[in-house]
């Protein structure tokens, strides 16, 4: 299941995706998320999917990572999908059996929450699959950078984002190795009542926060005898540039927002 984890994971690559503007491609996935929540229609889900898959197809990224990114919340799909089949009343019973009412809406609504959850992990996941850890530290700490009047310390914000994005599959890995090394001392992690699994969680747990914390003070550390003091006086080797084809990725965003909402007012069989 570890294994299954693609959060924080870069792919080099050429693409079109890989070489928009990173701030473009952050504004980009917000846009996209918001035309995941907005959309109420089945027409507007088939054209989220669809612009989905036209731009894991253009970044050339494997439909396999699709999948590895969706494996570990198929527990939380599987379980909000039986509370709306099971507890969403409506006007079409399909079927009505002691304390189960089952509608067509709850199978509607669990079916298009399902679709939902799934875009905007594979959406939102796109992101960190195309863009580099330093990308988008500048990125995020370019589009934050009113806040600077402010005196809210945004380059600080945007490295530790970047460095906990970047940890996530170093963790990942530890974990995998603490829990083969548990596991070739004797150690049963996969039997035993749900209290006896947790208590097996120790020996694995405790080395982890160790090994997090020793990783930590030896970045700190390498930091400070490379003289860094933030993003005072720093200067980059690439400087972020919008280009024709950021706007045009933009237009398509914008444009599909427009069409979700075009397509919301169109009468389906449960409106």
């Keep these: 299941m570890l ?58 990224i494997p439909v396999r990572m699709i999948v ?12 909000t999908a039986i509370l709306n089949v099971f507890f969403v009343g409506g006007e079409y019973p399909l079927l009505d059996f002691w304390i189960f009412h089952i509608t067509a809406e709850g199978l509607y609504l669990a ?35 009113p806040l600077k009047w402010l005196h809210f310390p945004v380059h600080e914000l945007a ?23 548990q596991k070739a001392r004797g150690a049963d992690l996969e039997s035993g009542s749900l209290l006896q699994r947790a208590r097996a969680l120790i020996p694995i747990l405790i080395p982890l926060f160790v090994s997090a914390f020793r990783r930590a003070e030896e970045l700190a550390l390498a930091m400070e005898c490379r003289c860094y003091h933030g993003g005072e006086g720093r200067t980059r080797m690439r400087q972020l540039a919008l280009h024709l084809r950021d706007f045009l990725s933009a237009g398509v965003v914008a444009a599909s927002i427009v069409a979700v909402v075009f397509l919301n007012r169109l009468p389906f069989f449960f409106s």
């Design 3 to 60: 294994r299954d984890i693609t959060i924080g994971q870069y792919f080099p690559g050429h693409s079109l995706i890989h070489r928009l503007d990173s701030r473009m491609k952050i504004l980009l996935t917000i846009g996209y998320i918001v035309l995941l929540f907005i959309v109420d229609h089945p027409l507007g889900y088939l054209l989220s999917g669809l612009l989905l898959f036209f731009c894991y197809l253009v970044s050339s």
């Design 111 to 145: 079916f298009t929450m399902a679709v939902r959850i799934v875009l905007l992990i594979a959406g939102s996941s796109l992101l960190t699959y195309t863009t580099s850890p330093i990308e988008l530290t500048d990125a995020i700490e370019r589009l934050l950078k």
């Design 159 to 181: 490295m530790m984002m970047s460095i906990a994005l970047r940890f996530i599959p170093t963790l990942i890995e530890e974990t995998e190795k603490i829990i083969s090394a």
């Design 68 to 79: 590895k990114s969706i494996k570990p919340i198929l527990p939380i799909l599987l379980f």
